[in-house]
């Protein structure tokens, strides 16, 4: 089974992510975390891209797109087969979102991605409250990326919410991120369970 989570930055994907795999880990399901940008090597040399610049928009995406190929082909599906349940911390729509707003077109982009395997469940983790994440991303003290000022982050928070339009067969699930994450993972391991039992049976 194949579960993503994505959403505007700052609104706690990754610890809930982890805590996801972890809670469902502790009831005996074979879960697994797992990131992109991968942590192979093409996925380190996007991390620093999006640190330093200094590649062009197009390419950028292409290397996102490779990333994901690869990720899907030699960790995702192998897990799915092995009857695993994966994690994924960002997947596809990150790139729809993030890619468009640098400034490339959206249908280009719903063509790269389009033969991307389709999640079980894709769960947007997302709020309006555009400040309350700036605050959280500030917190951090990692400084910001390219990605991490207000309004960019209003456009994302827009964008992530137009997805059901964009892949009209996919299985979105939207949770309020202001919600406390221990809640968010307690209802989601159980969604997940009873999805998981369903799928096997
Ligand atoms: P990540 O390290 O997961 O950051 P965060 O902790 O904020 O979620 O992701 C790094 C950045 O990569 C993030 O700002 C979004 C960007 N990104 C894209 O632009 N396109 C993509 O396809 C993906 C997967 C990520």
Excluded: W
Aim: charged share 30%; hydrophobic share 35%; proline share 4%.
């Amino acid at each position: 089974m194949f579960i993503t989570i994505d959403g505007p930055d700052g609104t706690g994907k990754t610890t809930l992510a982890h805590k996801l795999a972890e809670n469902l880990q502790a009831q005996g399901l074979p879960a697994v975390y797992t990131c992109e940008p991968t942590d192979s090597e093409l996925g380190r040399r996007i991390r620093t891209i999006l640190r330093e610049g200094g590649c062009e928009l197009g390419r950028l995406t292409d290397l996102f797109v490779e990333d994901r190929a690869g990720h899907i082909r030699s960790f995702i599906e192998p897990c799915c087969r092995q009857g695993q349940l994966v994690i994924c911390d960002r997947y596809k729509y990150s790139t729809i979102c993030y890619q468009h707003l640098q400034g490339e077109p959206i249908e280009r982009l719903l063509e790269r991605n389009r033969n991307f395997l389709a999640p079980d469940l894709a769960v947007i983790l997302c709020t309006n409250d555009a400040g309350l994440l700036l605050e959280r991303i500030g917190r951090r003290g990692l400084g910001a990326d390219l990605f991490e000022s207000r309004k960019t982050i209003e456009n994302s928070i827009a964008l992530y919410r137009r997805m059901p339009e964009f892949f009209p067969e996919e299985n979105f699930h939207y949770i309020d991120s202001k919600l406390p994450l221990e809640e968010t993972a307690a209802q989601l391991s159980e969604l997940i369970r009873q999805n998981f039992s369903a799928k096997k049976d």
